[in-house]
């Protein structure tokens, strides 16, 4: 092929291009062929369904997904979501994070940086779901001390209420060190907003939560504190896995 004077350099075939060609050469035999011996047929699919058989019987055939909240089909409720993320910003967790994951949690909400004396609270951190204060309530709250109130509404497929943020706002922005992050999977803006409030709030995606939990998990690795559990580890993990397949 010949484009602007110079021979276009032949890029590499994909494994589905390959596929693809395979197929199509396959097809063509079998169009070309006046009559078709179907006997031939009956034989491939029975020596299909044998290597199915034989895989299955010895535990090599899978299907379907393999982390808790697609196996329990809670992908994306929002409840499970609000509980799981405040258990990896809890600092006292067994996931063995220590305060790690708050700390990047917060370095996504906040890229222009935080106050060191914040910094140093954050493993006396405490969190709370589902806060109730006059008529809000609120997702996660996460409070250290006399550095931090840290306020997440999380939004998975439910829509604002009206004026939601803006009381949200209202009821916490005179707490020590108040911080509201908007949390939903595409990080979009908080419509329920307005004033002080849209300035006060910082829009956060799902997929800001999955690299702060890479990180957190990676500098985790191998870490094992007195009360921390593998188990705790892998549960951190299977939600990672959900981070990945479902943001």
Request: net charge negative.
């Amino acid at each position: 092929m010949i484009a602007s004077g110079r021979e276009t350099a032949t890029r590499p075939r994909t494994p589905d291009q390959e596929d693809l060609e395979r197929l199509l050469s396959e097809w063509r035999v079998i169009t070309d062929r006046a009559s078709v011996d179907l006997s031939e047929w009956a034989l491939c699919f029975d020596r299909i369904a044998a290597e199915e058989d034989a895989l299955r019987s010895r535990g090599h055939w899978f299907h379907g997904p393999d982390d808790t909240f697609g196996v329990l089909g809670i992908q994306r409720d929002e409840l499970p979501h609000s509980a799981m993320i405040a258990w990896l910003l809890d600092p006292c967790g067994r996931h063995g994070l220590g305060p790690t994951m708050l700390r990047e949690f917060l370095a996504e909400a906040y890229p222009e940086g935080l106050p060191a004396a914040l910094l140093l609270a954050l493993p006396k951190a405490r969190t709370r779901c589902e806060e109730q204060r006059g008529e809000c309530r609120v997702d996660i709250v996460i409070r250290a001390g006399s550095e931090l109130t840290l306020v997440i509404e999380n939004k998975v497929e439910a829509t604002e209420c009206l004026g939601q943020c803006d009381a949200y706002f209202k009821a916490y922005r005179s707490e020590p060190g108040a911080r509201f992050v908007f949390l939903t999977p595409d990080g979009r803006t908080p419509i329920s907003a307005t004033g002080s409030a849209a300035g006060a709030f910082r829009a956060l995606s799902y997929r800001q939560v999955l690299l702060a939990l890479d990180r957190s998990l990676e500098t985790a690795a191998g870490v094992g504190p007195a009360g921390v559990t593998a188990e705790g580890r892998q549960v951190a993990e299977s939600y990672r896995r959900t981070l990945k397949r479902e943001f």
